[in-house]
């Protein structure tokens, strides 16, 4: 089976500070490991993926990742925040032994002004 | 590309009506997904296909439940009976062409259904 837990409902920023979105998951095999972004009454939009090699995943608007093996987990970053990154953030997983992606509750974060 | 296409956007029904969601997804990707998302809860996964091929079935798909692939293109959702548990929104996903599980997927805006 595969899961994912992001421990925190919402995150709260100030613009220009560095902002960190926490997710952790579990698989039997190797992690495929995914984050979305979505705005209010949208659908996803993929911002990065994390398949072998560098630990250090960089994506879409400045947004970064860094998977870490010995902690299970996937910690989403960006070193300096936007009022405009204020949307909700789901962390997914895929075994390799699986088509689907399995997603995280998700995140609110708010980066205020 | 221009992206994974759903219709209708948005949908009201009254109880016990049938609906029906269409998506298209972006061209040649020969995996075509359905979630469902309900407020305060993440993507739910629902169905897949590859090529015309119907290939997983999650538990949440209840009899009332079908979906559809003809010819391995454009992908229809049908919801029979609905119930006031079904208002959700039901997200369209495609992926690469490609069975390798490092492949993005890909969703579409989503279709909103609200069951008065």
């Known amino acids: 089976a595969q899961s994912v837990a992001q421990p925190e409902d919402q995150v709260n920023v100030a613009e220009g500070n560095p902002l960190t979105v926490k997710c952790t998951y579990s698989v039997s095999g190797n992690p495929y490991l995914f984050w979305y972004v979505q705005y209010p009454n949208r659908g996803l939009q993929f911002l990065l993926k994390y398949i072998t090699g560098d630990n250090l995943v960089k994506g879409s608007y400045g947004f970064e990742a860094e998977f870490n093996k010995s902690q299970t987990s996937f910690h989403l970053k960006k070193p300096s925040a936007l009022v405009s990154d204020s949307a909700l953030y789901f962390c997914a997983v895929r075994d390799s032994g699986y088509s689907t992606l399995t997603f995280g509750k998700g995140t609110m974060l708010l980066v205020s002004p | 590309d221009t992206g994974v296409s759903q219709d209708p956007r948005h949908k009201i029904t009254k109880r016990g009506q049938n609906v029906t969601f269409r998506c298209d997804p972006i061209?040649?990707?020969?995996?075509l997904y359905w979630y469902r998302q309900t407020l305060g809860q993440g993507p739910e996964f629902l169905t897949y296909f590859q090529n015309e091929a119907q290939l997983e079935k999650s538990r949440l798909l209840s009899d009332r439940f079908s979906a559809e692939r003809p010819k391995g293109s454009f992908s229809t959702l049908e919801i029979q009976r609905t119930e006031q548990g079904d208002s959700a929104m039901y997200l369209c996903?495609?992926?690469?062409?490609?069975?390798?599980?490092?492949?993005?997927?890909?969703f579409g805006e989503g279709s909103w259904l609200t069951v008065v």
């Open positions: 996903a495609s992926s690469d062409r490609g069975a390798s599980v490092g492949n993005t997927i890909y």
């Open positions: 061209s040649e990707h020969n995996r």
